[in-house]
């Protein structure tokens, strides 16, 4: 059973539907990213998750319970919210400590899972710290302990890898990757870079005005996304308009200006009809340049700009219907 399970999730804010039927499941257990786009809703359903702000319809089911009979204090929620604000007066242990008097959890207690969090996120060593004497990546840190600290049975993070540099956004990444397997905690984090989101997510979810429009599993969801706008927002894709010769076996066949494509349907449960017009994505890493084509799947062109990017190398390619 889901640890969490969200459906038909809305709010508004004055006339505008920030949240507008919002559906989604964090399996117990899982990393589950959420990406979309500045202003989709994001940040809106963690704070109603998290118990910050109300909903106005929709239903939230916690481990199979509804949760509306539960207030907020009781869910067993930890957010760390994307400007997370850590006490400078008060060392990285009580920091991390923070909050869990008013729980109800004895000093003792307290302490003993301050420094349980602190090592789990590899920072126990600047527990007597102040957080000013801390880089960026380190204070994320912290304020990641003081909400595990909390022991919840969901965790929320708000863009944890945003104004980090390289090393340190690699290091997290990995880092929450290992809480997750190892400790067996839940998290549903808010990602704004795709990248990070496809590499470090169990499932995938992709919001745009105020709805979930796809998840499922980043490599499905990367590799049949469900319409034009999910496959550039991704990754790149050329995109050609076309029309379904055949179909069948979760494939189509169709025509397009680049000449005749044979594909893997975005939908196979729901497949156009013959003649249908359909849009096929092609993510560039999918074409290689081969002086002896392949019956199929092959197109003429000509390569007409190259652009080194250290691992690997991005071909502007001219083909008859114009260039990708
Ligand atoms: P995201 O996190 O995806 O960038 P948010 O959930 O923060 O998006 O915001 C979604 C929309 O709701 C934005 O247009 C934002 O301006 C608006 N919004 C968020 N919080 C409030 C609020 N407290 N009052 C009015 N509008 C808000
Ligand atoms: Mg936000």
Redesign the pocket.
């Known amino acids: 059973m889901p640890t969490l399970s969200v459906t038909g999730l809305r709010r508004r804010?004055?006339s505008?539907e920030?949240l507008a039927g919002a559906d989604l499941e964090v399996p117990a257990g899982t990393l589950t990213c959420l990406v979309?786009?500045?202003?989709?809703?994001?940040?809106?359903?963690l704070k109603i998750l998290a118990g910050k702000l109300d909903p106005e319809g929709g239903k939230v089911l916690l481990d199979g319970r509804d949760w509306s009979f539960t207030p907020p204090a009781k869910r067993g929620i930890a957010m760390v919210m994307q400007n997370h604000a850590l006490f400078p007066h008060l060392s990285v242990r009580e920091n991390a400590a923070f909050g869990l008097e008013e729980m109800g959890v004895a000093p003792a207690e307290a302490a003993r899972r301050a420094d349980e969090a602190l090592r789990w996120v590899g920072a126990a060593e600047w527990a007597a710290r102040r957080p000013q004497e801390l880089s960026g990546g380190q204070q994320q840190r912290i304020a990641l302990a003081r909400a595990l600290a909390q022991q919840p049975s969901l965790l929320l993070l708000d863009e944890p890898l945003s104004n980090l540099d390289a090393a340190s956004r690699l290091e997290l990444r990995s880092m929450l990757r290992g809480l997750v397997r190892e400790k067996g905690l839940t998290v549903l984090c808010?990602l704004h870079d795709q990248k990070d989101a496809l590499a470090m997510a169990d499932r995938l979810g992709v919001?745009r005005g105020g709805k979930i429009i796809q998840s499922g599993l980043p490599i499905d969801v990367y590799r049949r996304p469900a319409d034009s706008w999910t496959a550039t927002f991704l990754g790149m894709a050329n995109l050609f308009k076309g029309k379904v010769l055949q179909v069948g076996a979760g494939e189509f066949i169709a025509q397009t200006d680049l000449g005749e494509v044979r594909g893997a349907l975005a939908t196979p449960s729901a497949p156009p009809a013959l003649g249908a017009a359909i849009t096929v994505c092609i993510r560039p890493e999918c074409l290689h340049l081969d002086a002896m084509p392949p019956e199929e799947n092959a197109f003429k062109g000509k390569v007409v700009d190259s652009l080194f990017q250290g691992d690997h190398a991005l071909h502007d390619f001219a083909t008859s219907s114009g260039e990708s």
């Open positions: 804010f004055g505008a920030v979309g786009p500045s202003g989709s809703g994001k940040t809106t359903l808010v919001m």
